[in-house]
């Protein structure tokens, strides 16, 4: 039985080999030197090993504005995102009220519309407000989420209906039964959707690139991508900001795998 499970795993190795060498040949190549990095036939590992690439980036660009604006963002955009998706959510799945499910199905439309098309209404919006070129602009338009709401309302509708009414008949309220009661329960939905969230917000570029202009109120994706030059590119110094950039999300990763991965596995769970 093994001989004939090696197709299997030879087909494996090579999903490895292709999701991890893209990273291997980033880490290389922040070590070499700007000369060896664009020469045909390319090396593989660097002739000389080197870390002029990072003192240099460090030295150009304000990583710690980078890094600072990255994590206010990430933690307003989280926090705030999950109050009105999760409040939202119970509404939607667990309150009868005229137009419900109207109004739901509006909110799923905007999961067909491209994202895109929100840019300059969004920008006129932060413009008039007078906080255009600041980091607050960077998370106001994150706040709320079709895909959160849709996501955590499953949540919600697969928890019994007899928790709401022992809850009723032990004289909690409407805002008691959901932060009391179903949100606690719903942990694991929470967890993976901050986690998207985050993932999702850091790699943003578009947005924070629109919206601020001055060098210190940007994140880390955006300025990293003020490495790539218009004319020349230095190739060891955008993949050693790469690799600075990346450090925050291996982090967050490893903090809260076994919350991902409990939340992405109760999304089947039919109760």
């Known amino acids: ?3 004939r499970k090696w197709p299997l795993h030879l087909l494996l190795v090579l999903c490895v080999v292709i999701t991890v060498g893209p990273f291997l040949w980033m880490i290389l190549t922040s070590f070499k030197t700007y000369e060896e990095s664009i020469q045909i036939p390319p090396t593989i590992f660097p002739e000389i090993f080197t870390l002029e690439s990072y003192g240099e980036v460090v030295h150009k660009f304000p990583f710690l504005d980078f890094y600072r604006n990255t994590f206010v963002v990430l933690f307003f955009t989280i926090v705030i995102e999950l109050t009105i998706c999760s409040m939202a959510a119970y509404a939607f799945a667990r309150l009868e009220f005229p137009g419900r499910d109207a109004i739901f199905i509006l909110l799923l439309a905007l999961l067909m519309v491209p994202g895109q098309i929100f ?3 969004n920008y006129d919006i932060m413009v ?6 600041t980091v607050t602009a960077l998370w ?8 959160g709401t849709f996501m955590l309302r499953e949540f919600f509708k697969g928890l019994p209906g007899s928790l709401d009414e022992a809850a009723k008949l032990d004289g909690c309220g409407y805002f008691q039964i959901y932060y009391k009661i179903l949100l606690p329960l719903i942990k694991p939905a929470l967890s993976s959707l901050a986690i998207l969230t985050a993932i999702s917000t850091f790699k943003d570029l578009m947005w924070p690139l629109i919206v601020n202009n001055a060098m ?4 880390l994706s955006a300025g990293l991508a003020m490495l790539i030059g218009e004319h020349t590119t230095y190739y060891p110094q955008v ?13 967050i990763f490893f903090l809260f795998q076994k919350q991902f991965v409990e939340g992405i596995a109760a999304t089947g769970v039919k109760q």
């Open 239 to 251: 993949m050693a900001g790469g690799i600075i950039a990346i450090l925050p999300m291996i982090l």
């Open 216 to 219: 210190e109120k940007m994140t």
């Open 119 to 121: 840019l300059v209404p």
């Open 128 to 133: 008039k407000l007078g906080l255009a070129d």
């Open 140 to 147: 106001i338009p994150k706040v709320f989420s079709a895909f």
């Open 1 to 3: 039985m093994k001989s």
